[in-house]
T-cell receptor, first 117, second 113 residues
C-alpha cells in the first residue's frame, strides 16, 4: 500500500513564525503536491514537484515555498505565518504523467490542520 | 481560470436511490485524466474512479460510474443504490500532461435513511 505521511496532524503557530510542514511517501513516486483545503473552496494547489529539486507554482503560491531535496520528501514552508494561512494542508504523491494519465491518481496524507494565532 | 467546476455545494439523496454529482472541466490538452475522490468526515481522501480522455467507454467501479461527455467537457459521477456510508464530500479532479492535478470545490452528499 502507498503510504503518504505528514509529520503533524495538528499544529498551532504564532503569527510571524517560520513553519515547516513535512511530507514523506514510500512508493518512489515522482510527483508530489501540496494543497490547502478550505470550506467552500475545495482543494487548492499551492505547489507541486515533478522531480527532485524541481518545483512548479500552483494556483496560490504566495506566502509559501517548498523544498524537495530527496525524492521521498516534500516540504512546505511558510516563511512568516499569518492568520489567513490557518487551514487544512494536504500532501499527495503520484506516478508521473508519462504517456497518459492512467494510474496517476494521487495518494494523500492524513492532513495537517494548521492554526496561526 | 477555474479548471474544474462543481456547481452543487450540497446534495441530498434517499437511501437506495441513485444520485448524480456534476463536474465540468476546461482544458485544451488532448490527453488528460479525470478523477473522483470521496472525503468522509474522518478527512481521508479516497480515490473512487478514473476516466482517461481517450477512453471510449465510461468508467465503472462497483456502484460508481462516470458519465463522461467529452464534447460537453463533463464528467459526472453516478452513485447507484446509495448507502448511508456514502454521506461525504466528493471532489472531482483533473490531470493534464504538465503533471499538475487540480480539484473542484466539492459537493457534500447527504444520504437520508
Amino acid at each position: 500500500d502507498v503510504k503518504v505521511t505528514q509529520s503533524s496532524r495538528y499544529l498551532v503557530k504564532r503569527t510571524g513564525e517560520k513553519v515547516f510542514l513535512e511530507c514523506v511517501q514510500d512508493m518512489d513516486h515522482e510527483n508530489m503536491f501540496w494543497y490547502r483545503q478550505d470550506p467552500g473552496l475545495g482543494l487548492r494547489l499551492i505547489y507541486f514537484s515533478y522531480d527532485v529539486k524541481m518545483k512548479e507554482k500552483g494556483d496560490i503560491p504566495e506566502g509559501y515555498s517548498v523544498s524537495r531535496e530527496k525524492k521521498e520528501r516534500f516540504s512546505l514552508i511558510l516563511e512568516s505565518a499569518s492568520t489567513n494561512q490557518t487551514s487544512m494542508y494536504l500532501c499527495a504523491s503520484s506516478l508521473e504523467f508519462v504517456g497518459g494519465p492512467m494510474n496517476t491518481e494521487a495518494f494523500f496524507g492524513q492532513g495537517t490542520r494548521l492554526t496561526v494565532v | 481560470a477555474q479548471k474544474i467546476t462543481q456547481t452543487q455545494p450540497g446534495m441530498f439523496v434517499q437511501e437506495k436511490e441513485a444520485v448524480t454529482l456534476d463536474c465540468t472541466y476546461d482544458t485544451s490538452d488532448p490527453s488528460y485524466g479525470l478523477f473522483w475522490y470521496k472525503q468522509p468526515s474522518s478527512g481521508e481522501m479516497i480515490f473512487l474512479i478514473y476516466q482517461g480522455s481517450y477512453d471510449q467507454q465510461n468508467a465503472t467501479e462497483g456502484r460508481y460510474s462516470l458519465n463522461f461527455q467529452k464534447a460537453r467537457k463533463s464528467a459526472n459521477l453516478v452513485i447507484s443504490a446509495s448507502q448511508l456510508g456514502d454521506s461525504a464530500m466528493y471532489f472531482c479532479a483533473m490531470r493534464e500532461s504538465v503533471n499538475d492535478m487540480r480539484f473542484g470545490a466539492g459537493t457534500r452528499l447527504t444520504v437520508k435513511p
